[in-house]
T-cell receptor, first 112, second 112 residues
């Protein structure tokens, strides 16, 4: 079945440093979504990318979808303590009624 | 976005017992999803619940262990049957079409 892996598994940064998490799917995706889960919370939708090579920005967050629609990245510029949490990508396969497969997640810790 | 209420928020149960988790949505939705998130892990889809039909279970999950009801377009229940310590997880209800998934706060289940 479809597998979605993320690296790194964990990253610890100083506030103000940049952070990137990478997401790789074993199969071609129709779209990819990103979620943030704060400690003790539930996943919260951030964004969806659909087109090959698409790049979207949300303030300090930049999301990319690979040309082959099998990989994606999330880059955070100048991290803040409010960025702490686990970031999950979630890929939807091609074909009708394809389910969403969540990536393994990257846990981000930010310290002052 | 939809407001999703899950009950109970947490429970501690004895081995061999069953627990039913309720999920209420503030608007009518076609599909509701049940996920499991084991400690420190990603989200795994248990099943998709459609109103008026049998739930569709993912590989590794069976109806006898995780019976699901979907009596109307705003409500669903997931029962975790004959619980063992391996069932200790967060169980999350979610709604969404091809776009964003919105999650309830989850049910934190511990089995002694």
């Amino acid at each position: 079945g479809q597998q979605v892996m993320q690296i790194p598994q964990y990253q610890h940064v100083q506030e103000g440093e940049d952070f990137t998490t990478y997401c790789n799917s074993s199969t071609t995706l129709s779209n990819i979504q990103w979620y943030k889960q704060r400690p003790g919370g539930h996943p919260v939708f951030l964004i969806q990318l659909v087109k090959s090579g698409e790049v979207k920005k949300q303030k300090r967050l930049t999301f990319q979808f690979g040309e082959a629609k099998k990989n994606s990245s999330l880059h955070i510029t100048a991290t803040q303590t409010t960025d702490v949490g686990t970031y999950f990508c979630a890929g939807r396969g091609t074909g009708t009624a394809s389910k969403l497969t969540f990536g393994t997640g990257t846990r981000l810790q930010v310290t002052l | 976005s939809a407001v999703i209420s899950q009950k109970p928020s947490r429970d501690i149960c004895q081995r061999g017992t069953s627990l039913t988790i309720q999920c209420q949505v503030d608007s009518q939705v076609t599909m509701m999803f049940w996920y499991r998130q084991q400690p420190g892990q990603s989200l795994t889809l248990i099943a998709t619940a459609n109103q008026g039909s049998e739930a569709t279970y993912e590989s590794g999950f069976v109806i006898d262990k995780f019976p699901i009801s979907r009596p109307n377009l705003t409500f669903s229940t997931l029962t975790v049957s004959n619980m063992s310590p391996e069932d200790s997880s967060i169980y999350l209800c979610s709604v969404g079409g091809d776009g964003a998934q919105h999650f309830g706060d989850g049910t934190r289940l511990s089995i002694l």
